[in-house]
């Protein structure tokens, strides 16, 4: 550390430039520093800087890390723990642009594998993005100094030294989590797709905010009588005692289930906990013991959206101008044609579940009634609505759906399962939906006909796409949640709702790019995302780095589905598949 002081002592006041010579490796017997990257300005993206303390100083216990599950979630947490010594410790603003800004790329409401804190035997290290100091152009030496010689190492002791940590919110949450990959790992066992707690508050903040809403305004989660499972869990609940390692909630069953119910009672709300709760949850979010299977798939309608030779030929035939639909391309697919290509790019890839909401669905898609089967002859209409495919999905190919649809009673014979949610209370109504069902014939004549084919596999072509922008290289930035800028491409994922992190969708776009590598050896998507998912449990999220060496920044990837990665590449605006 006393280098690295005399460097920035010597350079106080120089250039900005001047920096550069602190690149390099610091520090002592009780912590590292590693000065990886160095800003060229102080608006440019910051220096990126990583901290690492032997395993005697941090002196982390070994049961709160000792299986991958519980190791993931005790890095989520002490990430956390980072962001929080960052508020307390950090002064913040010192000159010039990103000038005294640290940052670590700590997580939202959901635990995810990331790359912002990494736990070796050895060490435990934390990731960190930097704002040197500058007065303009010119560096501010002493300020430098005490950010990165006492801000730093204050706020890597009080995130990752367990005698600086909060014990039980460690304990607690590491609990959690592994708690609720316990349930996941019940859920085909019990003939389930989800489970919902008794007691989870499903609702957020607002359209905007991802925050539990208050619970006063909140009318939390209880199962209808009739649906109610109870799992086992690994650890008790807070306060519940060695009694209290179970837990009761809604299983929504393999097959169809239905949700309905009035406008603004809550079908959505439901639907969206769902879908996230493929991902863990921090204890506090209120859909901690929200569950569903890791495969679930949330697919909307999307118009625009480019396609490219998927076989939607299960839902859609004989287009205008006999357009063939086995492998169907379109630079912009309307609403009915997005919708069936991400199903079957979903179904592709392996999805085992679906998660369908009418308010993102296109109308013609989902139903044809009987009257507009009168009016406008199946010769004419090229769509075979998801009505009369989604038993089949479930029948002949294992693939459960739940769909949210208040406007169209012709689901009920398809349904296995019909929950009304009446003022954000699920209820049971399957037997009264089947006996209107029988009382009020549908009328509408089936159209599903040949059977469904699910074999699509489709071998990305090599070459096809890059993420080099004419002769100045890579250029991989993504700077939304949900849209990548892919060398000379952009890519909208505007879609992609069960997409959570920012950290996520730079994987994605970095494994664009690391994809290129394994194409060309034949291998279909679904191979293709298989030997991803192998690297990423292999090596981890650093097989992403473009900076090549292991243990190596970036330390702000956090781990994405497969689904997604797919999605990602399905939107490209080049791919070809052979
Ligand atoms: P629907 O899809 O049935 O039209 P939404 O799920 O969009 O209804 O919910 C309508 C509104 O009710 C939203 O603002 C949502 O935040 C709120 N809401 C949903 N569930 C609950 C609940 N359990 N408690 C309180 N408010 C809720
Ligand atoms: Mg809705």
Known sequence: MEGLRRILGRIDGKGYKAYKDIAGVYGDERLTLYVDHVQGDPFAAPSKVRCRIPRQRAALPASLFDNPVRKLALQDFLARQ?????????????????????????????????????????????RLEVGLPGS??????????????????????????????????????????????YIRGQLRQQGLV????????????????????????????????????????????????????????????????????????????????????????????????????????????????????????????????????????????????????????????????????????ATNFMVRDARMQALVHKSCEPITPFVDRVRELYAAHGVSTVLVMGGCGDYFETADTVVMMREYVPVDVTRRAREIAAEIPTQRVNEGGAPLHVSMKRIPEAGSYSAARGRRGVRIDVPMLRHIRFGATEIDLGAMDQLVDISQTRAIAHALHLLRRFMGEGQDLRQLMTRLEACFDEQGLSCLSLYGEVEQHPGNFARPRKYEIAAALNRHLTIRFQ
């Open 194 to 361: 989800a489970f919902v707690a008794d007691g989870a508050l499903l609702p957020r903040k607002s359209g905007v905010s991802d925050l539990p809403l208050e619970a006063d305004s909140a009318v939390l989660f209880r199962s209808p009588e009739s649906m109610r499972v109870t799992l086992e869990l690994l650890h008790p609940l807070p306060g519940a005692g060695v009694a209290g390692r179970r837990i009761s909630g809604m299983g929504v069953p393999a097959g169809v289930t239905l949700i309905v119910g009035g406008g603004y009672h809550g079908k959505s709300t439901l639907l969206q906990a769902l879908e996230r709760a493929v991902y863990p949850h921090i204890p506090g979010d209120g859909r901690e013991y929200v569950v569903t299977c890791r495969d679930a798939v949330k697919v909307c309608a999307e118009d625009g959206r480019r396609v490219t030779g998927v076989d939607i030929s299960p839902f859609i035939n004989n287009l205008p101008f006999s357009r063939g639909t086995r492998a169907f391309s379109s630079d912009r697919a309307s609403g009915s044609t997005s919708q069936a290509a991400s199903l079957m790019e979903a179904l592709e890839v392996g999805a085992s579940a679906l998660l369908m909401d009418e308010d993102a669905s």
């Open 82 to 126: 980072v962001r929080h010594a960052i508020r307390k410790v950090v002064k913040g603003a010192r000159g010039t642009g990103k000038s005294g800004l640290i940052d670590v790329d700590a997580g939202g409401q959901e635990v995810l594998e990331r790359t912002a804190v990494v736990l070796r035997p050895e060490w435990v290290e934390v």
């Open 136 to 181: 303009g152009r010119s560096i501010l030496g002493l300020q430098a100094i005490e950010m990165l010689c006492c801000e730093l190492p204050e706020v890597a002791a009080q995130g990752l030294i367990w005698r600086n940590l909060p014990h039980d919110a460690a304990r607690h949450f590491v609990d959690c989590v592994e708690n609720q990959e």
